[in-house]
């Protein structure tokens, strides 16, 4: 390899990072220090209002799509070229940390400070993007609007998703005062890189601070339905009994089995999620459906999964005499990201002296979706303990900071940094 | 055994039965042909409306206490004799059947219908009761309000209960009218006599059309609470991860494995219910409830039971690193019903030459909580292949009719009957 170019002196400011850090903190915060901002809630607005005035504050321009996907453009001088965008998600999981998603977008926003502070032009635009429900925790599936974004579904599919209580995508989007007019993807990106927590306990025990993210795990889920019928949980002989909790419960212990099986060569099996109908203590249940999610580093072994979970639902309806049918099927993952962008990022790394882990991501994130219009890339820091999804996910800001210094001067890079 | 002595010439009309059944059949229908008429809704008012405007219509007196238990008095020649009650309950299953209890509260209604029509005194007053909530498919735990009326509870407590919905059955029974002032229990009665559908197979497949009900089976139930800790799906290793939907499902299971091994014996074992937190696709849940019920004709064999579900729900801790603990335990059953009630129908139906099985209940019914305070005993009439709690729930008119008329001889005699 050759020689790395200089890096540019410009710099991020990390405690104003983390002051804004700390502002997003404050919005949804839990009593065990987390955060509970579900999308198109009261939070997630509060939230988007704080985002949109400091976009206001710098005078950057703010556009949100009818999906409620918002971009913030710091323009630049070609204002034709397609731009580079960088940020994640705002939104949280039912019981969420504090860096998880929000890390990426207030990365952005504090480069394109940066930018501000040392007077920087870049030939292309920058923008900002906080993608609307990354989490899916309160519409499914999760990651649905950079879904739509790259083309993968309809602005309508997504409109007309709806939540446990009923409420659909769209009212809730337009409750909130966030659906713009502003079409759903269909333009030219640069390129898309993506800062996020790890999700995992990998850079924290390595003691490396930045990883490199070539590469995403294969996943698959789906939902199984599965049907019996209703009995008194007294009288009935254990031989007329088609309780579908307990097919279910055969599944999902199933699951967790085959997880463990694949556990030494790193894949993993979920028993997700469980609802049951009626599901009363007087009752044997006639319906019950359990979200199934397994993952594989290498795509050919997640097929042996797939089979063997298969083979695993099979063998629940007949231990519990119920029938098991597989309702909706879904993956994503199995991909390589840019790799310009990834050599970009490694020679940046080289010239800024930083040790990198060239890491896959187990977790789902909208580079996934991003990454079939456009050049992407992922950087990874680390989270404490690896624990994350959890109101205990934490960072520590001098493990954080260098991997938005290795985002800024990639960025510099491929937008067409102009010395001031 | 003495020969019996005859039978009165006091017949119930079969058909008006029927036709009461029916009308009540209309209240809270399924599409499927079952009932749907959860506790204090506005088809339980609707019902309960319609058997007080039966009530009226016989010039019957009617009194509803603090709980909503409604007592239907046809009054006695001895105003002050404590009275005989019969009755059941008029909710049902949120897929319930159409005679699982209605048939015990319209069938007592008939007799004193036939009674009329003979123009029968009888010494002691007879009281057709409803209880309020018998099925918990609502509020929990079921039969709370004979629970209440027998002393075993406070008429406070049942008052606070919440439904899932967090509604208080105090608020929900003023919602429909029917918290009435008289007090709850505390006065003397000569006796309670149920009838009920048998919610088992014995006698459909015996072709019996009665059984007297002589003791009923112990039955145990519990909630044990799963902790585990919320982490994401994905990356999270199988060795780190303490899903409490785990821990829930292996308990589901060895319960369920643990009533086939005492299915040989008649034992019976449900996982009945479940609830998990937060339940999502893209998280591992850190709390689950499951609901267990077990049951067994011999007590004995039943603390048996008892000591391998402990087990069982130990060893689901383990498997799943999960912390679980018993939160509530209850259990009821184990009784013999009263000897002079049970010589009285076996003599009854010698006289009626009809033959009967003796039987142990395996389902909960108002009848244990009232065997408390009175002598009680139980008739069960078949219903069609033992479907019970579900909406093809059956009975054949001509094979209900035999357990009605025994019902109303002993009643007869017990209330002491004058020849007109």
Redesign the interface.
Known sequence: MNDPAPLPAIDIDPDRLWSTLMASAEIGATPKGGLRRLTLTDEDRAMRDLFAAWARESAYELRVDRLGNMFVRRPGADPTAPPVLVGSHLDT???GGRFDGVLGVLSGLEILRALDDHGVTTERSIEVVNWTNE???RF???MMCSLAFAGGESVEWALQRTDKAGVRFGEALEGIGYQGDTEVGGRQLDSYLELHI????TLDQADVDVGIVTSG?A?R?MRIQVLG????????????RR?A??G???A??AV?EI??RY?PE?G?A???????W?????????EAQL?I?F?HPDPQRLEHMADEVEAAVAESARK?RTEITVAERWGFGGLRFDEDLARLLFDRAGAMDLPVLEMAS???HDAYHLSRVCPTIMIFTPCRG??????REDVELSRTVPGVRLLLHAMLERAGYRSP
């Open positions: 999981q039912a019981k989490e899916g925790a499914q599936p999760p790890e999700q995992g306990p795990y996943m889920g019928e209703t009995a008194h949980v007294g009288p009935t002989p254990m031989h007329h309780n909790l307990v279910a419960a055969y999902a212990v967790n997880g463990w556990a790193d993993k979920s028993a997700a999620r469980i609802d049951v009626p599901n009363l203590p007087g009752l044997l249940s006639d979200y999610d993952r519990s187990q977790a789902g690896g624990i994350t999804h959890n109101e």
